[in-house]
């Protein structure tokens, strides 16, 4: 297979048209148009177009994939955002506002000014007293032992996703018997 280029014109509408051209024996071909945006969009370090499939992070080694459902939590750091996987963390040059509203609809919610929480992998939500007597919320997670502070103004949200989350976990459990 040769070398391949795309013409992407945008029309007045808003719409995108991408044609496949190999410039080499000049053949047009059909074009997965998105396969090609998640292509151009894994460039930008996330695929933004629906559910999210994956983020792009680089390391020594050279840059991987990260699958959006195998995130438990994202924490800001900086000017990065920390993104934590069973077995470790990675840095990621975007930040939490940049994607908390595309992560809302994978069941991501936001605990604290500085976290986003994967709610597919919270085991609980505790809570304590802390030294000066006021009660504060924490999020424990399957698998790993990290802790996540909830802010008092995510508290109602955080409890209302986790209880959304259990229901339905219990009605896919119901329907599958």
């Given at each position: 297979?040769?070398k391949h280029d795309?013409?992407v014109s945008f029309?007045?509408?808003g719409e995108?048209?991408?044609?496949g051209?190999?410039f080499i024996?000049?053949?047009?071909?059909?074009?997965d148009?998105?396969?090609?945006?998640k292509?151009?969009?894994?460039?930008k370090g996330f695929?933004?177009?629906?559910?999210?499939?994956?983020?792009?992070?680089?390391d020594?080694?050279?840059?991987?994939s990260?699958?959006?459902?195998?995130?438990?939590?994202?924490?800001?750091q900086?000017?990065?955002t920390?993104?934590?996987t069973?077995?470790?963390s990675?840095?990621?040059?975007?930040?939490?506002?940049?994607?908390?509203?595309q992560?809302?609809?994978?069941?991501f919610?936001?605990?604290?000014?500085?976290?986003?929480?994967?709610m597919?992998?919270?085991?609980a939500i505790?809570?304590f007293?802390?030294?000066?007597?006021?009660?504060?919320?924490?999020v424990r997670?399957?698998?790993?032992?990290?802790?996540?502070?909830?802010?008092?103004?995510?508290t109602?949200?955080?409890h209302d996703?986790?209880?959304?989350?259990a229901?339905?976990?219990?009605?896919?459990?119901a329907?599958v018997r």
């Amino acid at each position: 297979m040769g070398k391949h280029d795309y013409l992407v014109s945008f029309k007045e509408d808003g719409e995108v048209d991408i044609r496949g051209v190999n410039f080499i024996t000049r053949e047009a071909f059909e074009v997965d148009e998105h396969a090609f945006l998640k292509k151009l969009n894994l460039y930008k370090g996330f695929v933004p177009k629906g559910k999210p499939p994956a983020f792009v992070v680089s390391d020594r080694k050279g840059m991987r994939s990260i699958a959006v459902d195998e995130v438990f939590y994202l924490k800001s750091q900086d000017k990065y955002t920390v993104i934590r996987t069973v077995n470790k963390s990675d840095l990621l040059q975007l930040s939490l506002v940049e994607l908390e509203e595309q992560l809302r609809v994978v069941g991501f919610v936001r605990a604290n000014r500085n976290a986003l929480v994967n709610m597919n992998y919270v085991r609980a939500i505790d809570h304590f007293h802390s030294a000066s007597g006021t009660q504060q919320s924490i999020v424990r997670f399957h698998v790993i032992d990290d802790e996540i502070i909830v802010s008092r103004r995510s508290t109602a949200l955080m409890h209302d996703a986790f209880r959304e989350r259990a229901f339905l976990d219990y009605r896919r459990r119901a329907f599958v018997r």
